[in-house]
């Protein structure tokens, strides 16, 4: 049974940086990307791009350029967020989402973690 | 960029009602890579359609979706208590992928 597992709430101040993980089990971590995707209260759902965790490789949202690293540890099968510079339109609750390639569908999501930028 | 626009933003109906759920694409989706994607509160996402017409694992035959080039829809026929929720749908044929801003179905 595929779960994605990512770590608990933040809050941060205005400027910090934030790093949320997803642990992956139940299927073969480096046969599926991982997308990230995060939504503001009240809002839609907002893509900020892929990792390929076979080849280390990403494709970010133009929006995020620059301020945004995903990675990844194979040995633990998890994946990794970084987002910098942090403003209050950041507040969101952010999502790992699996997806069998780089046009396909994310099929699986964990948990969502909750991050609060205020000062 | 495309955009993705539903309508409406609200459909307020009941138990065993049909629901007609659209999503206009701002240009061509390729390949017609539209998902439909359930939200209930405090939870993820959930897959339930995807390459615009095929139901995900689990989902009934009572939800169905249709469209293509620029205009999704998304159909729930008869619906039940726990189909009332958020639905979004999403664009995933050409980056950076791109969602909806959501259709609340309520009682």
């Known amino acids: 049974q595929v779960h994605l597992v990512q770590s608990g709430a933040e809050v941060r101040k205005p400027g910090a940086s934030l790093k949320v993980s997803c642990k992956a089990s139940g299927y073969n971590f480096v046969a599926f990307y991982l997308h990230w995707v995060r939504q503001a209260p009240g809002q839609g759902p907002e893509w900020m791009g892929w990792i390929d965790p076979n080849s280390g490789g990403t494709n970010y949202a133009p929006k995020f350029y620059g301020r945004v690293t995903m990675t990844r540890d194979t040995s633990s099968s998890t994946a990794f967020m970084q987002l910098n510079n942090l403003t209050s339109d950041d507040t969101a609750v952010f999502y790992c989402a699996k997806a069998p390639g780089t046009e396909e569908p994310l099929t699986n999501w964990g948990q969502g973690t909750l991050v609060t930028v205020s000062s | 960029d495309i955009l993705l626009t539903q309508s409406p933003v609200t459909l307020s109906l009941s138990p065993g009602e049909r629901a007609t759920l659209s999503c206009g694409a701002s240009?061509?989706?390729?390949?017609?890579?539209v998902a439909w994607f359930q939200q209930k509160p405090g939870l993820a996402p959930s897959l339930v359609m995807y390459?615009?017409?095929s139901r995900a694992t689990g989902i009934p035959d009572r939800f169905s979706g249709s469209g293509s080039g620029t205009v999704f829809t998304l159909t729930i026929n008869r619906l039940e208590p726990e189909d009332f929720a958020v639905y979004f749908c999403?664009?995933?044929?050409?980056?950076?992928?791109?969602f909806g801003g959501g259709t609340t179905v309520e009682i």
């Open positions: 390459d615009t017409s």
């Open positions: 999403h664009q995933y044929g050409t980056s950076p992928l791109s």
């Open positions: 240009q061509s989706v390729p390949s017609d890579y």
